[in-house]
């Protein structure tokens, strides 16, 4: 049951000048399980799909188990092929790992046992010296090395002491290669439990192991989350969450004041644990309105109050179905979920992959959409004291680039699933005289999403059901579960933001919008600029798809906010863009193995010539 929001009346936001503070795009992370999926042509696509996010929207990624593709050969001796592969996919798509030093070569490794500490070390330090020969220390150096995940939960079996020693050894190898390198811990889950405390009073009064000096993290690391993990569409309670995280907070600033001025990361934050749940909401513009109510929330309740809360994981790399905590929905291809939830891996098995198959499709959702529009906001940020988003009414982050341009996200979003209503806002933007060109994106459940195009395609067969596979009288696409082609484009559309405004406007500026609950609105606005954008160098990459060819055609970032893009194909001896509105991402998937042209749309409309894609291979 869907519950009405009675309409509010119009409230003014006005942001004051003079109160603009330092703001820095803490939360373009994701992460997902296991490494080892980053060796399927499905992750393979969804990186280069992902890498398409404007402006390094998202930009660190966090696999678990990335040591296990290593294969321990006796001693010191390791063969890393398959590692290799899997952190080159990262690296070469444009993608800073947080690097979970978490795995066990061929099992080779005891952690119950006394002096493996040593061997430990040297791995730890093997495994950096390679990055730093294969990427260079430049690169490197902007990497996060982070201890094993969640060591208070299963995923670690042999106690705190041990965990001391594990994290200890960890940072030596590291250290060994460089001290400038960022490394720290301990990505715990479970909220205050006795081995986070045990780890930062380690930190504080405890000696390193192996080095003997005082042991050292560069960040401290928790997971909290908005509500736990069940089968059913629980409520997310947000505050509750960042409450949970201050308690982590009040402790290390009462407990080991020493402490105080470290980092703080939650590199797994999401509304409710458990990816692979299905809750039909991931799917639904709830989703980018909460992401970005967390995303304000941090900001406000923890930045502002003085903590220094450096990054915010979302944890939904994962590959899974409309449903699930994913950025993607994959429809065909093979089941991917054993691997994922189970964190299997068999290193025989990869060694002897089957060949690779590109019968599969990737259609983007809101909460990777969001990241495109969240990418868009500046470095000062102006506090917005009259709303009261935590508890009632839309919440904004309203900022401003260096040169200029004013860049907000409004997000209406309650910690309740089935609520709907509208609130109507008027943005004033001061300091706005003269012309200005202005651009406004939403997502909304009201101008569709992709899971409402999919819901429209009719298709609800599993394809692994003993009805998909004997029926005959569906044809081959619905047999197998899969929409059209015609419904796959229609998908693809509608996984854009919604253009509710484009053109050049007299200041100063106040913009009346409409925010229906839930939504998240993107606003741009630059002084008006008459010449035409540069034109894209688009490539075109021909690969298979769960509906027959696709294209993925992509083009370099230029790093221009609000540089948006036209994507399309010959009609009737004419170029027909495919979506109704441009698009922020540098990168979209076309249907077909059409030719296919790329032109690019400035703040005020005016737009590029056509060009066309260069093919490349797969």
């Not at 070390?121 to 020969?133: A, F, G, N, P, Y």
């Not at 909304?444 to 395609?457: A, C, L, Q, R, Y």
Request: net charge negative; aromatic share 8%; hydrophobic share 40%.
């Amino acid at each position: 049951m869907n519950i009405a929001h009675p309409q509010n009346l119009l409230r003014s936001l006005r942001p004051d000048p003079a109160q603009g503070r330092p703001f820095q795009r803490f939360w373009r992370a994701t992460g997902f399980s296991p490494g080892e999926l980053l060796l399927t042509p499905e992750m393979k696509r969804t990186l280069t799909l992902l890498a398409g996010t404007p402006l390094k929207g998202v930009h660190y990624l966090r696999p678990h188990y990335m040591l296990n593709m290593i294969v321990a050969k006796g001693g010191d001796s390791y063969d890393f092929a398959l590692f290799d592969e899997a952190m080159d996919v990262m690296v070469e798509n444009g993608f800073l790992p947080c690097f979970e030093i978490m795995g066990n070569p061929s099992n080779s490794f005891d952690f119950n046992s006394e002096g493996w500490e040593p061997r430990w070390r040297d791995l730890v330090t093997q495994i950096v010296e390679r990055s730093v020969e294969r990427y260079g220390m430049e690169n490197v150096s902007q990497w996060m090395f982070e201890s094993w995940n969640e060591p208070d939960s299963a995923w670690w079996t042999a106690g705190a002491p041990a965990f001391m020693r594990y994290y200890d050894a960890c940072v030596a190898g590291v250290e060994a290669v460089s001290k400038d390198l960022v490394i720290g811990g301990a990505g715990t889950c479970k909220t205050m439990s006795p081995l986070f405390k045990a780890f930062v009073q380690h930190l504080d009064t405890g000696t390193n192991f192996l080095t003997g000096e005082a042991p050292r993290a560069d960040f401290i690391s928790i997971h909290e989350k908005g509500v736990t993990y069940h089968v059913e569409d629980l409520q997310p309670d947000t505050l509750a969450l960042i409450e949970r995280e201050r308690l982590a907070i009040n402790h290390i600033r009462e407990n080991h004041p020493r402490l105080a001025h470290i980092p703080i990361v939650n590199n797994e934050c999401d509304p409710q644990v458990g990816w692979w749940h299905h809750h039909s909401w991931h799917a639904t513009a709830y989703c980018p309105a909460i992401i970005t109510k967390i995303i304000d929330q941090h900001q406000r309740l923890h930045t502002d109050a003085g903590v220094p809360f450096d990054l915010l994981f979302n944890d939904n790399g994962f590959m899974g179905s409309w449903g699930q905590r994913t950025q993607y929905t994959l429809i065909g291809g093979r089941s991917v979920a054993m691997a994922q939830s189970e964190h299997v891996t068999d290193l025989e098995k990869l060694k002897a992959r089957e060949e690779d198959h590109d019968n599969f499709t990737l259609i983007k959702k809101p909460a990777l959409t969001v990241m495109e529009m969240l990418a868009q906001l500046g470095s000062t940020r102006f506090p917005m004291p009259d709303l009261t988003p935590d508890t009632e009414g839309p919440g904004a982050i309203v900022t401003q680039h260096d040169e200029g341009t004013r860049a907000a996200v409004l997000y209406n979003s309650r910690d309740a699933i089935r609520v709907s209503g509208m609130d109507r806002v008027t943005l004033e933007l001061p300091e706005t005289e003269g012309a200005w060109d202005v651009l406004v994106m939403q997502l909304n459940d009201i101008d569709g999403t992709p899971f409402s195009e999919w819901e429209k395609s009719g298709v609800r067969l599993d394809p692994n059901s003993k009805e998909a596979r004997e029926s005959e009288a569906l044809n081959e696409l619905e047999r197998l579960g899969y929409p059209s082609r015609d419904a796959m484009t229609a998908m693809r559309a509608k996984a854009e933001p919604h253009e509710k405004l484009r053109q050049t406007m007299a200041g100063p500026l106040k913009l009346d919008l409409e925010l229906p609950l839930p939504s998240a609105t993107l606003v741009i606005a630059r002084k008006a600029a008459s010449e035409a954008p540069v034109a894209p160098q688009p490539k075109a990459t021909r690969t298979g798809g769960a509906a027959g060819a696709e294209t993925i055609v992509s083009w370099p970032d230029p790093g221009e906010v609000g540089l948006c893009f036209e994507v399309g194909v010959t009609r009737d001896g004419e170029i027909t863009a495919l979506t109704p509105h441009p698009i922020l991402a540098n990168v979209y998937t076309v249907d077909g193995t059409d030719d296919v042209f790329v032109r690019s749309v400035s703040l005020g409309g005016t737009r590029s010539d056509w060009v066309a894609a260069g093919e490349t291979s797969a």
